[in-house]
């Protein structure tokens, strides 16, 4: 073949080589999309030795589960650890009896046993799924993945680039270190040690030159509040946490805390070997480098906004809560045990929960009515305030200017105070925590009901 025709062939096979797709199991389960095992695997994140992970189907990324918005899905979970787990899909408004959580909405997965997950996303957009048991070994190990909920219309990028963001807890050799320690879990959590993105460390992507491309990332660490900028200028906000907002914006720098999301569109330089950069601070996360023949783009598609009920803010009754810890608690005791119930939602910690003992709801909200959420922040160290089941809205904050805009997690500075609005349209008892995940194992986590 002469030049022209390999670089065609060349162009598309390194764009669809560079993006991570569903593994399905090698029998799956008739009537079922995807089928999901976790189990035990070896997988290479470090230079020099194997880690013993924990993974979907295998391997680490996790597959990435494409579903269409507005058809259903079906999807089975078979586990295969010596533990209990579920899944739980974060950001997708979905029934309660579908959203991974165990004992509140549904029973949890035994060793051995498989649980059938089937629901109808009704957002397009950039999700996760994790499980929502023993959450940090099962998270710090491994088991985090993208899902992906394409538009009922394709809205026509060149390139859908998907990046889960993970620092790993592992040594040179691959061996694991602390996934978390008492006296980080009660100030910003405990950081992992390899910065990589879908396993690797600092990796190329190859798009089409000149192609409209869409980059999304997906913050799917335990711990790490990542701020994404790049030196480039031309790259564009084009949706947060999954939803579209209605006016793209250039990116300047985005903090996104654990649970987070973020969707960047730009056209890619029109010479083959061109790069584009992102980083985390100052480190290089990725690169994209631009391969084949101009395709001659000159502006981005549109992706339509989901269908999120927008709440009545005059009759919007106002609930505040404040999250914070309990300073006179000191996470090691003077026998050498650990005091694990030290962060707080109005001055109460979340004691955990089991078949026969949950805890009263921390508010109770009536179905089809409007709510503010007054957030405080109380503390010094970032919290991504997550609520499972609903989309709403980030109205104002006392530290920043807010252009308002849906989500599912709200990322709260230091002494930060936002105000969220939403529409309670979803029945059921739905999680409600931060997203570092010792955070919430230690306290800073609870549910509301919706009834």
């Known amino acids: 073949m002469d030049r022209r025709q390999f670089l065609k062939i060349s162009s598309a096979l390194a764009v669809i080589g560079s993006l991570p797709t569903i593994t399905l199991a090698a029998s799956p389960s008739p009537g079922f999309d995807y089928e999901l095992i976790v ?59 579908m959203d991974g959580v165990p004992f509140l909405s549904q029973p949890p997965i035994m060793p051995g ?3 059938d997950y089937e629901f109808t996303p009704p957002d397009a957009g950039t999700f996760w799924y994790h499980p929502h048991m023993n959450s940090v070994e099962q998270l710090g190990k491994g088991l985090v993945g993208a899902f992906i909920v394409d538009e009922a219309e394709n809205p026509g990028f060149d390139a859908d680039v998907v990046m889960g963001l993970k620092n790993w807890h592992i040594r040179d050799d691959g061996s694991f270190t602390a996934l978390t320690t008492p006296r980080n879990a009660f100030r910003m959590g405990t950081p992992g040690r390899l910065m990589t993105v879908n396993g690797k460390t600092a990796p190329t992507y190859y798009i089409p030159a000149g ?24 790259l564009t906000i084009v949706a947060i946490d999954g939803n579209p907002i209605a006016k793209p914006r250039p990116l300047d720098h985005h903090l996104m805390g654990p649970g987070m999301r973020l969707d960047l569109g730009f056209i890619a330089p029109n010479n083959a070997g061109e790069t584009v950069t992102l980083y985390h601070k100052n480190k290089v996360l990725m690169t994209f480098q631009t391969i084949g023949e101009d395709k001659q783009r000159r502006e981005l598609p549109r992706l339509p906004l989901n269908p999120i009920q927008a709440p009545d803010l005059d009759t919007a009754e106002v609930i505040r809560f404040a999250f914070e810890w309990d300073a006179s608690i000191n996470p090691i005791e ?60 980030v109205l104002q904050s006392n530290k920043q200017t807010i252009e308002p805009f849906h989500t599912d997690t709200v990322l709260l500075g230091q002494n930060e105070v936002a105000r969220i609005a939403f529409v309670a349209d979803n029945p059921g008892r ?12 230690t306290g800073l986590m609870g549910y509301i009901e919706v009834v």
């Open 211 to 234: 192609g409209a491309i869409r980059a999304r990332l997906a913050n799917i660490d335990n711990t790490l509040t990542y701020d994404i900028n790049s030196p480039q200028t031309d």
């Open 334 to 393: 003077k026998d050498g045990k650990v005091n694990y119930r030290f962060w707080t939602i109005n001055r109460t910690p979340w004691d955990g929960m089991s078949a026969d003992n949950i805890p009263a709801p921390l508010a109770t909200l009536e179905l089809g009515k409007s709510y503010i959420f007054e957030l405080s922040n109380l503390t010094q160290y970032h919290h991504p305030i997550h609520l499972h089941g609903h989309t709403f809205t």
């Open 39 to 97: 189990a035990p695997a070896n997988v290479r994140i470090a230079a020099d030795g194997d880690t013993p992970a924990w993974c979907f189907n295998g391997h680490f990324p996790a597959p990435v589960i494409r579903a269409k918005q507005h058809q259903p899905v079906r999807i089975r979970v078979v586990n295969q650890l010596d533990e209990p787990t579920t899944i739980h899909w974060h950001g997708l408004r979905i029934p309660i009896e």
């Open 113 to 115: 046993e498989t649980f």
């Open 430 to 441: 739905w999680m409600y925590h931060c997203h570092v995940i010792e955070h919430l194992k």
